[in-house]
């Protein structure tokens, strides 16, 4: 059975109250079908080797596992996500053709790439141009509206130290867009505040999500 490669639209927003998220309807739909992830496996989770701006791989991993228990623990879902083996390397300063061939491959990977000085968020967006996380589906089975393969990219040149909830927030959001998950059409402002701890008011630049 082949596989189609989609570049596909993202899209996602976090809750409104602690400990609940909320999203839009699925982004990737055909002949009025949604595209799904199976649910006799987890997801697995592929973490890029690198480090993410200023953080450590570790403190990245921490994040990032934060960040899918959130997804874990939606009541009605019985999707799941787990932290698989990493990738094979550091996928730093990928081209824009070698970002593709990574995220389309159908190798069982879905990569979570560390963008830690914003080379390829730049290669793939243009200079400034304010994206600090992209995501979605990038493989399916369109005879059966499955999906088997999606990637997250964070810029890590827009992280810093002082704004780690925020990184979570968008972390959690990519996610569901690798989950094939849309934007609510309401209350945008609030993304991020389904973050323990995390007051939901988020600067300019971490609002932007980028649609392909």
């Known amino acids: 059975m082949k596989a189609a490669v989609l570049a596909g639209g993202l899209g996602i927003l976090l809750a409104l109250r602690p400990g609940e998220l909320r999203a839009g309807g699925p982004l990737l739909v055909e002949g009025g079908a949604p595209y799904r992830w199976s649910t006799s496996s987890p997801v697995g989770l592929n973490l890029d080797q690198g480090p993410l701006g200023p ?7 921490e994040l990032l596992v934060a960040a899918a228990a959130a997804w874990d623990a ?3 879902s019985q999707l799941r996500l787990q932290l698989s083996s990493p990738l094979s390397r550091d996928v730093e300063g990928l081209s824009a053709r070698e970002f593709w061939n990574l995220v389309e491959t159908h190798d069982g990977t879905n990569p979570v790439i560390l963008d830690s000085a914003g080379a390829i968020t730049e290669e793939l967006f243009g200079e400034d141009s304010g994206v600090v996380g992209a995501a979605a589906p990038s493989l399916v089975y369109r005879s059966k509206k499955q999906i088997v393969k999606g990637f997250v990219l964070i810029n890590g040149k827009a992280v810093t130290r002082s704004r780690l909830k925020e990184v979570r927030a968008v972390l959690t959001h990519e996610i569901g867009h690798l989950l094939n998950l849309g ?8 993304v991020g505040r389904s973050i323990p701890g995390f007051s939901g008011v988020v600067q300019p630049r971490w609002r932007r999500c980028i649609r392909s």
Request: aromatic share 0%; no cysteine; net charge negative.
């Open 74 to 76: 939606v009541p009605t």
């Open 55 to 61: 953080l450590s791989n570790d403190e990245a991993q």
């Open 183 to 190: 934007h609510s059409q309401l209350n945008g402002i609030h």
